[in-house]
């Protein structure tokens, strides 16, 4: 079986996402051949080799410099035999380039795997439907079968320093409609779909009615000034884990934190290994976006409250007496 990976980068800086995917399909005893376009990209082409692809297909062109699907689909369409299927990360490109792709090779596209599996010359694949209630198995009728794979739903696969194999440039196509003007950073830190470690706030971290704001808030301005406080907690114990920051939905649409941050249905969709929900009910469409994390932990006030079903840890009380001592623990465990 012939597969191409598209290996998602940004910059030159390849998603771990990207990584996986060359490991799932190599997983299957497949023929990999990693897709890297862009601009200034024989590194990631390099690493691509290292990292398990048996060779790459590489448009180097600067009319690559930034991602836009049209032109990239329509380089991949032309790089070569189509394989039998394409593999793909579940981010926002490889989203996008995923339903291009399959508009110009006329195929189906299996978004958001967790796993896959060969049955004859046909993938298998399994994801997540209903919110994450039910694991359903799906395949492609046509060819190529187009997967997008979950981050950090397979494992990424050891690098092999200095392994080599065939680069082979591929022409870019370049005819397009659109262009990018310039991108601004929306903040640092660590991105939540690629995180090992999430900690995460809700409309509890607003709770605290001891906590004082300063004079002349209207009531909206307070009750931001106190999540903001109750969110520099959840900050703290991310800092001292090396974690990214997550949010419930009613945290962000109340303008504690910027949407960049949401988890859920409706934001991201991770899996990371530790996830740590503070002041968050555990709505189904929250749990849709973190219940395949491997360790939940859930600290809310209300014993009662649905995250709980799915945390292997649960902390009853309040978040802003119990999350410093956490986060102490943490640090003394750890020597911070
Ligand atoms: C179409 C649709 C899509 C949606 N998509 C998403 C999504 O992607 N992500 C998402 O998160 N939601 C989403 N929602 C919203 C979802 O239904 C919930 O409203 C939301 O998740 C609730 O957020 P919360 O748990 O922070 O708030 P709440 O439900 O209000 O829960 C707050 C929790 O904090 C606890 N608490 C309060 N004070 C403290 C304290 N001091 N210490 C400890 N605990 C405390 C409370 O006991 C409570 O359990 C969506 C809804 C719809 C209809």
Redesign the pocket.
Known sequence: MNIWVYIDHFKGTALPTSWEAVGAAKSLGANVTGLVLGAGVEPVAKQALEFGADSVLMSDDPALADFRAEVFASTIAAAGEIPDAIFLPTSTRGRELAAMLAIDLNSGVLVDVTSVELSGDKLVVTRPIYSGKILQKETCASKPQIVTLRGRAFPKPQLTAGKSGEIKKVAAKTDALTSVEGYSASEGGVSLTDAGVIVSG????S??PSLQPPAGLDEKAAEIWRAQQ?FKLVGDLASVLGAAMG?????VDAGYIPYSH??????KVVSPDLYIA?????????L??MRTSKVNVA????AD?P?FKVARYGIV????A?LPEVTEAFKKKLGK
């Open positions: 809700g409309r509890g971290v709770n605290n109750g949010a419930s939905r009613a945290a949401q988890v859920g249905q409706t934001g503070c002041g968050i009910s555990g709505a189904i469409q929250h849709a976006g600290i809310n006030k209300d409250a995250i009380g309040d978040l802003f119990i």
